[in-house]
């Protein structure tokens, strides 16, 4: 099994919503936290698929100023 904090999780949710306008749930929020930890060391020829399932709306208030994630990066650069 896999982890990734729940700051980690809040960072990757903070960060998708910004860069691509969905805002997950908290639960999605942890996988895609641990896809971008595992982005860096894969090939540029993977590819990876997340289920991203339930409403972060209601999480919203959560959320508050993320932290700076100097050492998370995204392969690509995002659609907006």
């Known amino acids: 099994m896999l982890r990734a904090s729940d700051a ?4 990757a949710c903070t960060r998708l ?3 691509e306008g969905i805002i997950p ?10 896809c971008i930890k595992r982005a860096p060391k894969m090939k540029k020829s993977e590819i990876v698929i997340v289920d991203i399932s339930g409403r972060g709306d209601k999480d919203i208030g959560i959320l508050g100023e993320p932290k700076p ?9 995002p659609v907006l």
């Open 8 to 11: 980690e999780a809040l960072e």
């Open 17 to 19: 919503a910004r860069t």
């Open 25 to 34: 749930a908290l639960e999605s929020a942890h996988a895609v936290a641990e």
């Open 69 to 77: 994630m100097s050492r998370i990066r995204f392969r690509h650069k």
